[in-house]
C-alpha cells in the first residue's frame, strides 16, 4: 500500500498482507521535476498512478514553499515503487490531483477548485484541457476561495466527487470523459463536509471522510452502479443514533488518548 507524507515531500510503502499487523517496506524516490506527492490510484497492471500537487517553480506566494501551487503533475509507477514516466500539468485551476486512468486510455484529473481536466494523450503530450467545471454560487464559496473537490471514486463510468465546500457528493457521469455531465448530488448535514472516499471492491459501499478541521466523523454512503445515484447508510450510526461512526471518544484499543480524528479509510480486501 502506498501513503503520503506530502509536506515531507515523502512517499511510503507499506506491507499489509497481515492486515492487523501493517509494516513500513521502504520509501519511494519522487520524480526530480514534481513534489507535493498526495494521491494513489491503483491500475488494473498493478502500477500506480501518483497525483503531484506541485512541480518545480515557484509558488503562489513569493517565497512560499508549502503551499501547493497551479502546476502539478502525474507519475506512474510500478507496484515496487521503481518510476516509469512523469508528466508535469500546467493548469489554470489550483492543486491539480486524483489523475484515473480512462478506458479509451486518456487520463482524467479534478482540482481542489473544482475543475475537471482530461490529457488525451500521456505518451505524446502534457497538454491538459478543461472538460467540466462546477457552477460554485459565490454566495456560498467567494470567488477567491476553492470550493474543495476532493477525492473521488470511480465506479464503472461514473465519478463520485466529495466537494467539501458545498457539503456534497457529486456524481459525473463519464462514459464520454471528453463531455462529463452531473447526473446525482448527495447533501450532507451542515456539520459535515466530505473530503476523502474509498470503495469497498466487494460491495456497493463507499466510506466518506471529513474535510480538515472536521474529521471526528466519518459517513458511510451507498452507490447504485447502474444510475450512479448515491444515498447514506441509514444503518451505519453512532450508538446515540447519529448518522457514521464517530471518533469523539476518550478510550481506544492502545489508551485512554482521547478524541481523535480521521482523515482516510480503506477497506480491508
Known sequence: MFGNGHHHEAIFRFDVSVADHPTLAGTVALPPTLCFP?????????????????????????????????????????????????????????????????PDGSVLLSTYGCGF?????????????NVYTLDVPSEIVPVDHEAACGIPVVVDHYWIMAVGKLGLLLTLDIADPEHPRAVSRL????????????????SNRIIVGAENGGENRMLMALVDPKTGAVKWDESFRTPNGQLGISFLHDNWPHGNTGAAFGHAALFRQ
Do not use: Q
Open 117 to 129: 481536466y482530461r490529457v488525451a494523450d500521456i505518451d505524446a503530450t502534457a497538454e491538459v484541457h
Open 187 to 202: 447533501m450532507a448535514d451542515s456539520m459535515f463536509h466530505p473530503h476523502w472516499m474509498a470503495k469497498d471492491p466487494k
Open 38 to 102: 498526495h494521491d494513489f490510484a491503483r491500475l488494473e497492471n498493478n502500477n500506480v498512478l501518483i497525483g503531484f500537487l506541485r512541480s518545480d517553480g515557484p509558488g503562489p506566494v513569493a517565497g512560499d514553499s508549502l503551499i501547493p501551487s497551479a502546476a502539478g503533475g502525474i507519475a506512474e509507477f510500478t507496484g515496487s515503487g521503481k518510476l516509469l514516466r512523469c508528466r508535469i500539468l500546467a493548469l489554470g485551476n489550483s492543486m491539480p490531483f486524483e489523475p484515473r486512468l480512462m
